[in-house]
């Protein structure tokens, strides 16, 4: 399978202009947290900021993990072989970053 139908097969396009929004915030967040250390801005205060930027991270990466199970774990399950333990395989070790970050 070649990348261009690969990439027609992500289980998140259909909510990729809302993933793309989310992370747009974010990036403006991160911003906003630069600008605080350059103002020289309480550390609590810019502590706080992180947690949110932080809380913003986790939830799209849950978004997109819920994505990934639902489509191509799924898909990859029903099918079956060595694709079904790959994709089981990725899900395990995205779960396991996910828990230590």
Known sequence: MDTADHALERGYLHRKDDYLKRLRRIEGQARGLQRMVEDERYCIDILQQISAVTKALQAVSLGLLEEHLQHCVLRAAAAGGPEADEK??????????LVRS
């Open 88 to 97: 089981i395989k990725e899900a395990y070790e995205a779960v396991a970053r």
